[in-house]
């Protein structure tokens, strides 16, 4: 098995999901160094034992599973409408319900 078949090439979707998630990652950094919030994202938010704060962290969390598995439900039943548009193919599309499938039970269904 080479190194080459772990990399995916040509997909628009994948290309996109990347770069959606580098510019993300790199705002909230941008952001958290700006306006020098390190210090405190650490003392109040990420070593919290307060429940209200466990409890808000607990509900983004939720809702930030719950819009992936969504995004994954979405693009299977675009596939599943528009069979001949060949939006996902075979693997990938086998890769988005195995995910989507995971997410939901695991990090939603598990939570309540």
């Known amino acids: 098995m ?3 078949e772990f990399f995916v090439t040509g997909e628009p979707l994948i290309y996109a999901g990347m770069v959606a998630i580098v510019l993300v990652t790199s705002a909230i950094i941008f952001l958290l160094t700006y306006f020098k919030r390190w210090g405190w994202l650490w003392r109040e938010w990420l070593t919290t034992v307060d429940h209200k704060k466990i ?6 969390s939720a809702l930030a599973m719950l819009f992936r598995g969504g995004v994954d439900a979405l693009m299977m039943r675009v596939q599943l409408a528009f069979p001949d548009l060949n939006f996902l193919n075979t693997q990938h599309y086998n890769e988005i319900f195995t995910t989507h499938g995971t997410v939901m039970i ?3 269904l ?3």
């Open 2 to 4: 080479s190194l080459d």
């Open 55 to 60: 409890g808000i962290m607990y509900i983004l």
């Open 106 to 108: 695991i990090f939603m």
């Open 110 to 112: 598990c939570r309540f």
